[in-house]
């Protein structure tokens, strides 16, 4: 969103598509589906295919989105720490308590982030997953994969099978960043991307990537 103003770049036109007008959030699910959020009226779930657009209540604001893997269902967390889970037909499911990010990893199970510690939630049970305070992003994968930042520096990669994992630490706090289906973390820490392979015990630069990509 510029100004409010919700644009859609398609690489095969010129001009972005207008989506929304005064719209303080705006983000795709999938390659075909968004979610805007508004003020003043009902969020929307866009398909931007058909143009159909169905209201999903209250959404003033987008601090994170995990889409499903079949771009179905988003769980979306706003900035006042406030979690839902949104389906595509429009019906909403709010999440208990103060929530700083979320991640889906398949039709049962996701793993939300409270102030203090990362949960999951399996159907009907809610485990704790790894006890850290100040998250600031979170992935996770259907194969059970996760991965946290914290305030603190802190980089936190386990399973929902091994919730040790292992932990890293960088000096500029993470602010974005991927997680892929085969362990590999890629981040953004002090404006530079870095990747975390699977085996290794410290971040790999963009040096490091640059002059690996030239071998």
Request: overall charge negative; aromatic content about 4%; proline content about 6%.
């Amino acid at each position: 969103a510029a100004g409010g103003v919700v644009l859609l770049w398609n690489l095969d036109e010129i001009e972005p598509r207008r989506i929304a007008d005064a719209s303080p959030g705006a983000a795709l699910v999938s390659a075909d589906q968004a979610l805007v959020a508004s003020l003043d009226d009902p969020g929307q779930w866009i398909d931007l295919k058909t143009g159909t657009r169905t209201p999903v209540g209250p959404l003033a604001g987008i601090a994170s989105v995990s889409p499903s893997a079949d771009g179905q269902r988003a769980l979306v967390v706003d900035g006042l720490h406030h979690a839902r889970m949104i389906a595509q037909s429009g019906e909403v499911r709010d999440l208990d308590g103060d929530i700083t990010a979320g991640a889906i990893l398949d039709d049962k199970r996701y793993v939300i982030a409270t102030p203090d510690e990362l949960r999951l939630h399996d159907g009907d049970r809610e485990t704790t997953l790894h006890a850290h305070p100040g998250c600031t992003w979170l992935a996770a994968t259907p194969e059970g994969l996760v991965a946290a930042a914290f305030e603190d520096g802190t980089i936190w990669r386990g399973s929902v099978t091994d919730p040790r994992g292992t932990t890293l630490h960088v000096e500029a706090p993470v602010t974005a960043g991927a997680l892929v289906h085969d362990g590999h973390l890629l981040v953004v820490t002090g404006g530079e991307l870095a990747v975390w392979a699977p085996n290794d015990v410290k971040l790999q630069g963009s040096e490091q990537l640059s002059a690996n990509a030239a071998l």
